[in-house]
């Protein structure tokens, strides 16, 4: 598929998206509130989305491409042919899953010599790969695809203060982009969008693959105190690595030290969800949360009266 014509920022393209959506592996076991909200908003602005099928773990580029890149790539390269067979581009919400398929990506469109060998690892399960098809983040998708004044034209604002974390991986283009979308989008979408200095750090996930203090408590916590004196109603995010990371070190530094960190962590397009009139428990917002969401639906449903 050919790359989208460029279109003024944060407003739709006119053609019409077609996408695999690529969960990884947190968002279906831990986050279904945040698969749901996606499946159930992007067609609803015109989205054609249906999800990649067979698919593996990304698998995360991060660890694999020290221990073996003939893995990491043909791994890669297996979920990217499933929407290539299916004529779609394939759609990330988790920056680390992103990350994966887009630089494998990258590299096979690159460099025909690292797709011909990958291909020839392919052929032994009957399958090839063409490097033909994009791979876009949830944001890109938003931002690019549907556009924020659309997005706010069709919408209603969720009346609470959010605080955001973008997650390091969001930070893969130079001009910074994708913290530019999210910071807009979730801005369109809220009553306020709070910063802080500690924004741009990291939730500390691949830090706990070496040492977990250090990621639990000069990372996360860090990040934790920070958010805990802003007095704002959550937190949002789009990366599923870094939900995973951000419950584990509330159960660690819960259990360690009995620290208390109840402020609700949600997905952007749970927002969204609730924006477009979606109702809580249509997309499942009030289970497997590590804090209680009630205050935020109490809010919306106030809103909606």
């Not at 945040?34 to 995360?60: N, W």
């Not at 939730?203 to 990040?223: I, M, P, S, V």
């Not at 397009?269 to 609730?274: G, I, S, Y």
Request: aromatic share 10%.
């Amino acid at each position: 598929m050919a790359d989208l014509p460029n279109v003024p920022e944060g407003t739709a393209s006119a053609t019409k998206p077609r996408y695999s959506f690529f969960l990884g592996c947190v968002m279906p076991v831990k986050m279904p509130w945040a698969e749901s909200s996606i499946m159930q908003t992007l067609p609803r602005f015109g989205v054609d989305l249906e999800y990649l099928r067979k698919a593996t773990c990304c698998p995360r580029a991060g660890v694999w491409i020290s221990v073996d890149e003939r893995v990491w790539l043909t791994l890669a390269s297996y979920n990217l042919l499933q929407a290539e067979g299916d004529g779609r581009d394939v759609m990330a919400s988790c920056n680390g899953c992103y990350v994966t398929l887009y630089e494998a990506n990258k590299l096979l469109k690159e460099n025909p010599e690292k797709l011909k060998e990958v291909n020839g690892y392919l052929a032994e399960a009957h399958n090839h790969y063409n490097a033909s098809i994009r791979v876009r983040h949830l944001l890109e998708v938003l931002y690019e695809e549907v556009g924020v004044d659309r997005i706010r034209q069709e919408t209603r604002k969720v009346p609470i203060r959010v605080a955001l974390h973008p997650g390091c991986h969001m930070r893969i283009f130079e001009d910074g982009r994708l913290v530019r979308y999210f910071t807009e989008l979730t801005g369109a979408l809220v009553d306020e969008v709070v910063p802080y200095e500690e924004e741009q750090m990291c939730c500390g996930l691949q830090a706990n693959l070496a040492d977990r203090q250090f990621a639990t408590y000069e990372r996360a916590k860090k990040k934790f105190d920070a958010l805990k004196a802003l007095n704002v109603d959550a937190l949002v995010i789009v990366c599923s690595g870094c939900y995973d990371q951000f419950e584990r070190a509330v159960q660690i530094l819960k259990k360690e030290i009995g620290y208390e960190f109840d402020l609700p962590i949600i997905h952007l397009a749970e927002l969204l969800a609730l924006s477009l009139g979606i109702s809580p428990d249509e997309f499942g917002m009030r289970y497997l949360r590590t804090a209680p969401v009630d205050s935020i639906i109490e809010k919306w449903e106030s809103d909606r009266r």
